[in-house]
Nanobody
Framework: QVQLVESGGGSVQSGGVLRLSCAASRFTGAYPCMAWFRQAPGKEREGVAARRSTGSTTYADSVKGRFIISGDRAKNTLDVQMNNLKPEDTAMYYC????????????????????WGQGTQSTVSS
């Protein structure tokens, strides 16, 4: 059974930095693409950043220039470095993977992914 486990969430002040990590139970390079999503209270889950097995990346406009997604095949992890955090970044962050197929045009869309982690909370105070 494929598993994704997130870690690294926490509480920081505005302008601070957090690094989230997603540990996969299988070789991350086997997934056509992986991504980070987030969900704030009362809002829909949204795609934040995605990474293709080829190394290509894409970001939501709201985090472009502040977040960096990266993968470590040796450790089977997918990380996201979150810089210059803002209160509106406060959310539960989820790691996701597409097991067999990934339409890169839909890399930040929920239906692209069929494996999800349990999430890790990140809170940014002003």
């Amino acid at each position: 059974q494929v598993q994704l486990v997130e870690s690294g969430g926490g509480s920081v002040q505005s302008g601070g930095v957090l690094r989230l990590s997603c540990a996969a139970s299988r070789f991350t390079g086997a997934y056509p693409c992986m991504a980070w999503f987030r969900q704030a209270p009362g809002k829909e889950r949204e795609g934040v950043a995605a990474r293709r097995s080829t190394g290509s990346t894409t970001y939501a406009d709201s985090v472009k220039g502040r977040f960096i997604i990266s993968g470590d095949r040796a450790k089977n992890t997918l990380d996201v470095q979150m810089n210059n955090l803002k209160p509106e970044d406060t959310a539960m962050y989820y790691c996701a993977a597409a097991r067999s197929f990934c339409d890169w045009r839909l890399a930040l869309h929920l239906p692209t992914y069929d494996v999800w982690g349990q999430g890790t909370q990140s809170t940014v105070s002003s």
